[in-house]
T-cell receptor
Framework: GAVVSQHPSRVICKSGTSVKIECRSLDFQATTMFWYRQFPKQSLMLMATSNEGSKATYEQGVEKDKFLINHASLTLSTLTVTSAHPEDSSFYIC????????????FGPGTRLTVL | GENVEQHPSTLSVQEGDSAVIKCTYSDSASNYFPWYKQELGKRPQLIIDIRSNVGEKKDQRIAVTLNKTAKHFSLHITETQPEDSAVYFCAANFGNEKLTFGTGTRLTIIP
């Protein structure tokens, strides 16, 4: 397998502020990471693909200026929710491909974002 | 893009009985089909996966079957136990290792 960590696990912020979420691959290097959003009782929706050393690719309907992704190193990708609003409250999860089978994805523990 | 449908949305089975969850996918180029188990507030955990070069794979009480012609795959859990209660998601890959997830099945094992 592969170990992926996320920080913070929970964050509560005021409307209009920005929040940064970190995703780290702990025992391997990941040139690609994925960011998902999961609303209560719903499925995981892919937001964007984070690419080390280049721009992230966003899924249709995801605002790239609102959800800033930076993949500055082979073990760290960050997602910044800018000018957060209550409708951005969700469970944000990152994943990284496995080392042996790159189509297998291993998930971080997730970040519960609550915007007041 | 890829579309993955999953049924049923909820499933209750008596402890010891079997549970079956079914998924269909739209992209004939998909060749990787994982199943994830997610407990409340936790990360999805990979429980089994299958690639398109095989029709069935088994790991103890869990098995997955794949019918590429019909574009559907199923998860089978036998001898269910209370700890099997969770939400299960199927997924299929499309373009550059991306995954599309099904809508999830809430499985409840009745003691």
């Amino acid at each position: 397998g592969a170990v992926v960590s996320q920080h913070p696990s929970r964050v509560i912020c005021k409307s209009g502020t920005s929040v940064k979420i970190e995703c780290r691959s702990l025992d391997f290097q990941a040139t690609t990471m994925f960011w998902y959003r999961q609303f209560p009782k719903q499925s995981l929706m892919l937001m964007a693909t984070s690419n080390e050393g280049s721009k992230a690719t966003y899924e249709q309907g995801v605002e790239k200026d609102k959800f800033l992704i930076n993949h500055a190193s082979l073990t760290l990708s960050t997602l910044t929710v800018t000018s957060a609003h209550p409708e951005d409250s969700s469970f944000y999860i990152c994943s990284a491909p496995g080392r042996v089978h790159t189509d297998t994805q291993y998930f971080g523990p997730g970040t519960r974002l609550t915007v007041l | 893009g890829e579309n993955v449908e999953q049924h049923p949305s909820t499933l209750s089975v008596q402890e010891g009985d079997s549970a079956v969850i079914k998924c269909t996918y739209s992209d004939s180029a998909s060749n990787y089909f994982p199943w994830y188990k997610q407990e409340l507030g936790k990360r999805p955990q990979l429980i089994i996966d299958i690639r398109s070069n095989v029709g069935e794979k088994k790991d103890q009480r869990i098995a997955v079957t794949l019918n590429k012609t019909a574009k559907h795959f199923s998860l089978h859990i036998t001898e269910t136990q209370p700890e099997d209660s969770a939400v299960y998601f199927c997924a299929a890959n499309f373009g550059n290792e991306k995954l599309t997830f099904g809508t999830g099945t809430r499985l409840t094992i009745i003691p």
